[in-house]
């Protein structure tokens, strides 16, 4: 499929933006990385060769017996008998991390919260859980959370907001009032009492926040369809036979969706931020799940170890200033404003980088 020049120009300004252009591939690279969490920390090996057969713990249970233990139980891998068991006539290829979030050090020199060591990069939380294989699987659960969250908030809205503006009148008027009574209510108590009354999961709380985040979107797409349902090119397909349906999606849409696209990174700050702040309240995600903002909340009951909280804040900082200077390159690659040579010059030398490049053509 050929890119066609408006694709090109909108590609070019979006690298122009050097500062987004590089944070998306350092979040893109951050992003991926967590996907791979089980490979990078994990409390289970990654291969094992006993008795020249080879198992896969990161995948599925073993028991001891496999190994040449005692128990039927599933294999506690990190047991010094286990260890030396395997070692005596195979090997064992642990990950990066030796723990799972959920993984309990029992050796701790002194009482939890520990104090990073070479052991715990960054400490351990209050129940003596590695704070770096929680900040893992926490990122990883976080941006997910967030990329679900604003993917089903923007098609509600996309539709709600393409419905009004199309049709308008009546449709438009009483539409608008719900949104306004809808906006109004007070969304950060609601959650706290249906999380209250319900144990939440992250289905669970994805839809709670749902109810109340689609209409981010909905003021922009109605916008842009009130603007454009008027146009000539709209009037035409209307007098050649066109179903309303294949209007708004062939022939209106589109053109909202730039401004939809815009604001995109920024629902998605606010998604994470909004489970960030729940989990930190205590009504996000269950007791014992990988979470940034429950990591704070110890930061907060644990003065005495301050590198709970700093750890999460500047993992929470530098994945949402990622995440804003990446909008800010989107907003430029779409903004029809914007010219390559503004981008890379400032709007000041603007002209003179034009008559440059003339006179160099020339």
Known sequence: MPVTPLTRRRLYNFRANRRGFWSFWLFL??????LFAEFIA????????????????????????????EFETNTDYRDPYVQQIINEKGWIVWAPVRYSYRTINYN?????????????LLGTDDQGRDVVARLIYGFRISVLFGLVLTLFSSIVGVIAGAVQGYFGGWTDLLFQRFIEIWQGLPTLFLLIILSSVVTPNFWWLLGLLLLFSWTSLVHVVRAEFLRARNFDYVRAAKALGATDATIMVRHVLPNAMVATLTFLPFILNGSITTLTALDFLGFGLPPGSPSLGELLAQGKANLQAPWLGLTAFFVLAIMLSLLIFIGEAVRDAFDPRKTIAQLATGPAEAPAAKAAERKAAE
Do not use: H, K, M
Request: no cysteine; hydrophobic share 35%; glycine share 6%.
């Open 42 to 69: 994990n409390d289970r090996p990654l291969l094992i060769s006993y008795e020249n057969q080879y198992f896969y713990p990161v995948f599925r249970d073993y028991p001891e017996t496999a190994f040449g233990g």
């Open 108 to 120: 701790l020199p002194v009482p939890a919260p520990a104090p990073p060591s070479a052991e715990n």
């Open 29 to 34: 690279a951050l992003f991926i990385g967590s």
